[in-house]
């Protein structure tokens, strides 16, 4: 599955922005979704997921309560909305695909992965 990722820009602290990974190629219904983001000079981290039925999310501690990860799969597109953004949460945002039904919150999990959105974050 081809992912394209985007929504990302230049917002103040306190504001919102909502990301938009849409796939081609593929029904994007076979997959769990998620979102990673990574930091200058850091690692990828995991920060939501979304089961292939909708049905279940996951969301990494730090963003609980002011993330949403949500999909509609009649659009093949999966939405991160992110509302309270601080200045931590700065990073290139990436969405990326499993096909696997059982898998964990780190990048080796997830086969397919778009080309990464830029959320700068300013305090």
């Known amino acids: 599955v081809q992912l394209q990722a985007s929504g990302g820009g230049l917002v103040q602290a306190g504001g919102s922005l909502r990301l938009s990974c849409t796939a081609s190629?593929?029904?994007?219904?076979?997959?769990?979704m998620g979102w990673f983001r990574q930091a200058p000079g850091k690692e990828r981290d995991f920060v939501a997921a979304?089961?292939?039925?909708?049905?279940?999310?996951y969301y990494t501690d730090s963003v609980k309560g002011r993330f949403t990860i949500s999909r509609d799969n009649a659009k093949n597109t999966v939405y991160l909305q992110m509302n309270s953004l601080k200045a931590e949460d700065t990073a290139v945002y990436y969405c990326?695909?499993?096909?696997?039904?059982?898998?964990?919150?780190?990048?080796?999990?997830?086969?397919?992965w778009g080309q990464g959105t830029l959320v700068t974050v300013s305090s």
């Open positions: 990326a695909a499993t096909i696997w039904g059982s898998w964990i919150p780190t990048p080796v999990s997830f086969g397919s």
């Open positions: 190629g593929r029904i994007l219904s076979s997959y769990t």
């Open positions: 979304i089961h292939r039925s909708g049905g279940m999310t």
